[in-house]
């Protein structure tokens, strides 16, 4: 029991073992008032006291109280501790963080996609479509966003919102909005979206949604069959 309790604490003793295989520097700082307990303490080999202080003041009466009986005084600037501890700190490479070409044109494309619709006109809710669509029912607007013949777009929280430039100033649906996602072999709304907000050269730069809110239905179906033709 006696040898037992002689022995080190595992802490302790591994302490001992890190100094002993690298050349480690270990300070302690004690609080105010504590000095009190080196009254009589004789420091074992290889050790020293130091006063660290960050206060003018302090280091002035410092400075004054023990006078000549220093060995050595070092000014370090909080900048230089700082590095010092940056440098035990493991390094994060930032650039791992930053999204690659890919990534940032899924961006780009989202960006251009809500650009698209700003400039269509915004969109309604699902309680305005309803309400242009006298009154019909949730399912029923689901179906025909399903089908194709209503676009709907993700919005805020990820509800569904459905462009204006779709409806006609009656209030109906424009015809044709399936036959042209058919003919796009798309189901992705935003891309439906661009093809009929803007000048198109296979219809002499009309907008095909204009053309099919006046009946050219057929016209536009041809022009979004050759849509991303080279040279079209």
Do not use: C
Request: charged share 30%; hydrophobic share 40%; no cysteine.
């Amino acid at each position: 029991m006696a040898q037992k309790a002689l022995s080190k604490p595992p802490a302790r003793a591994a302490r001992a073992r890190r100094r002993k295989s690298k050349k480690i520097m270990t300070m302690f700082t004690i609080k105010r008032g504590a000095a009190k307990a080196l009254a009589g303490y004789e420091l074992p080999a290889g050790a020293e006291i130091a006063i660290v202080s960050t206060r003018p003041d302090s280091v002035k009466k410092i400075e004054e109280t023990f006078g000549g009986r220093f060995t050595r005084v070092a000014e370090v600037t909080a900048g230089e501790r700082e590095t010092a501890r940056n440098r035990a700190e493991p390094v994060v490479d930032k650039s791992a963080f930053e999204p690659d070409a890919r990534a940032r044109a899924v961006l780009e494309g989202i960006r251009i996609a809500q650009q698209d619709l700003r400039e269509a006109g915004g969109a309604y809710d699902l309680e305005q479509v309803r309400t242009l669509m006298r009154g019909v029912s949730r399912q029923a607007v689901d179906k025909r966003v399903q089908e194709g013949s209503l676009i709907a777009v993700p919005g805020p929280s990820n509800r569904r919102s459905y462009p204006t430039v779709q409806f006609k100033r009656d209030g109906t649906v424009v015809p044709g909005l399936k036959a042209v996602r058919d003919a796009l072999h798309t189901t992705n709304p935003w891309t439906v979206l661009n093809f009929l907000i803007n000048p198109d050269a296979r219809l002499n730069q009309r907008r095909p949604i204009e053309l099919l809110k006046s009946g050219d239905v057929a016209l536009v179906v041809e022009a979004a069959m050759r849509y991303g033709d080279q040279g079209a």
